[in-house]
Structures are given as C-alpha cells and as structure tokens.
C-alpha cells in the first residue's frame, strides 16, 4: 500500500503515519497542524480510549514520517487547521470515514485481498512492537489503552 500511495503526498503520509503511531482513524482525521511536532517526532491525538473525553495522548514517530508529512505540508492547500485536508475546497479536514475511504482505494490500487483497513494498521503497530519485546504495558499506553487486558 506504501508504495501505492508514493504519488500523492497526502495518502502516503497518511499511511505513514498510521503505521508508526498505531493511532486510531479519528487520530489522524483530527489531527491538527497545533497538536504536530515533526521537529521531535511526535503529535498530541483525540481520540476514544486514554484520549477520550477532550484529553490527549502522544504518539511517536519516525523520521521516515517525519520526511512524508514534510513533503506533504509543503504542498498543504493553505488555511484550516487540519494537517490531513479533504479535497473540499473549504480545506476542512478529513472525516474518519474519509480516513477509511483513502484506505480503502488504496488498497484496491495495489490488489491487496487481506486485511487494509486503519484498525488492522493498529493492530499491525501493536504486533510490530511486541515482536520486537516491548513491554505489554507500554504498548497499552502507547495503544492509547486504559487497561492492558484490552492491547
């Protein structure tokens, strides 16, 4: 799907960023350019879970995503304050189903049969990070989960 994505900066740094943070549809379609900090890897996001309820969690990326999303807000039609426009021409931000909907389409781009959507990119994050040993607990948080038995 990345590489399906790498002609439109918007998508890829989607994908991107979906991929590092482990971060909920509603994450990336509300993030705003106030709560991004490329310079340091990360974002604040509202979402349900530990961010619900108008709180917000950090999520951490990677320089390879902080280069996306660079690409991407250099061409960013300017005003709004989402960093992930839609192509409305009011430059509102994407809606969670716009979110899935970029997905989905770019799944069909590259034939993948399996699993695509930005829930199983979560789950994928959250394998990646317990593969690799890190601690159920801090995955937990990073997941944006209130109680381990949920990640």
Not at 51 to 68: E, M, P
Request: aromatic fraction near 10%.
């Amino acid at each position: 799907m990345l590489e399906s994505a790498k002609e439109n900066p918007r998508d890829y740094a989607i994908l991107m960023f979906a991929g590092d943070t482990g971060c909920r549809a509603a994450g990336i379609a509300g993030l705003q350019l106030k709560d991004l900090d490329i310079d340091r890897g990360r974002a604040t996001v509202f979402e349900k879970g530990n961010g619900g309820n108008g709180k917000g969690r950090i999520v951490y990326f990677l320089s390879d995503t902080r280069i996306a999303l660079r690409a991407w807000l250099s061409i960013r039609p300017k005003g709004g304050e989402f960093v992930f426009t839609s192509s409305r021409k009011d430059g509102g931000g994407l809606t969670v189903t716009g979110v899935y909907e970029m997905f989905k389409r770019i799944a069909m781009e590259a034939q993948i049969r399996g699993k695509w959507s930005p829930h199983q990119w979560r789950h994928w994050r959250a394998r990646k990070w317990a593969e690799r040993g890190m601690n159920l607990g801090i995955i937990a948080q990073l997941m944006g989960h209130t109680d381990v038995k949920v990640t």
